[in-house]
Each structure stands twice: as C-alpha cells, then as structure tokens.
C-alpha cells in the first residue's frame, strides 16, 4: 500500500482532492472540472485515494445498468499530520513542494492556453511580500485568510460565479 503523504502528495490525486475538497462530485464532473485528465486515469486515482481512506463515498445511484458515485474528501485524511511533517526527510519536503508548485504551473498554464486570457478582467494575480512579524502575529493573519476562505468553500457553481484557485505558500524570507 502507498503511504498515505505520498498518495495525496501526487499532482493529479492533489488536484482531485483539492476539487473534492470544495465539493463532493461524482467522476463525470470531476472529469469536466480536470479536463486535461483522461477518465481511465481519473478512476484509477479515484480507486487508490478511496482505498488509502481519502475520499469516502457519500452517495451511490444506479444509472444505465452501472452505479454512479459521488465522492468526497474525508475531512482528517485531507493534509498530512504534524507526525507525517516531522519524520519527513528535507528531500520528502523538498519533493511535496515541488508536487505543489507543479500543480500550480499545470493548473496556469492551462489557464494561459485559453484564447481570451486576460489576467485583469479574470483578477489573476502572482504576488510576493515580506512581512515582519512576531509568531502571534503571524498566526493572526493567518486566521483572518482562513476564516475568509471558510466563509466560501462550500458556495455552489452559480450564474455570475467561476471556479477561483487559491493557492499560499508561507515560508521564513531568510534563513536563520
């Protein structure tokens, strides 16, 4: 069996997770949603983070003699535990970053091959700021962007409303 960081910390079964994260889907929309994944691909991956005991399913229905099934994320399997940080190697945490980053760059460059890209109307942006703050501080302001970004996970698709990725990385600007 593969050990569970390393079964979520791959660029397509990240992606899936991160979709089901929002929303529970069945493989059609999540197919629709990660275009660029072909469906054999899809349900592999969908196989292997379900028996890894990441995704649940929340709902079977029959349709056209198969079962159709919505999946969705099981809320203490979706990030790696304080445990699973600490044994991993700087190598480990080098290579989740860099599946991180990556998922990233796949899911821009996607966006960037669209004919009508127009980064100001779709309010895409790349930013990067040194802030000096004390840990207290620090965990303030994350709080504050958590608490934004709870507020509106759960919003459905909706006439006036696109699917927008929220991405963070937070690391010390020097070394110590």
Do not use: C
């Not at 292997?48 to 709902?59: C, K, N, P, S, Y």
């Not at 099981?74 to 991993?88: F, H, K, P, Q, W």
């Amino acid at each position: 069996m593969i050990e569970r960081r390393d079964l979520l910390l791959h660029p397509i079964r990240l992606r899936i997770v991160q979709a089901l994260v929002a929303s529970p889907m069945t493989p059609l929309r999540l197919k629709e949603q990660l275009g660029d994944v072909p469906q054999a691909t899809l349900y592999r991956h969908l196989s292997q983070l379900a028996d890894g005991g990441l995704l649940e399913v929340l709902e079977e229905r029959p349709v056209r003699g198969g079962v159709e099934r919505t999946y969705g994320v099981v809320a203490s399997a979706a990030s790696l535990t304080g445990d699973e940080l600490e044994t991993a190697t700087a190598d480990d945490h080098f290579r989740y970053f860099a599946t991180f980053v990556g998922t990233l760059l796949a899911d821009f460059a996607a966006y960037a091959e669209t004919s009508d890209l127009d980064l100001v109307a779709d309010r895409v942006g790349y930013r990067q700021v040194a802030l000096w703050l004390s840990d207290d501080e620090f965990d303030a302001v994350v709080a504050r962007m958590s608490g934004a970004v709870q507020e509106t996970i759960h919003n459905e698709p909706a006439p006036g409303r696109r699917r927008r990725l929220f991405s963070t990385i937070v690391m010390p600007g020097d070394p110590q």
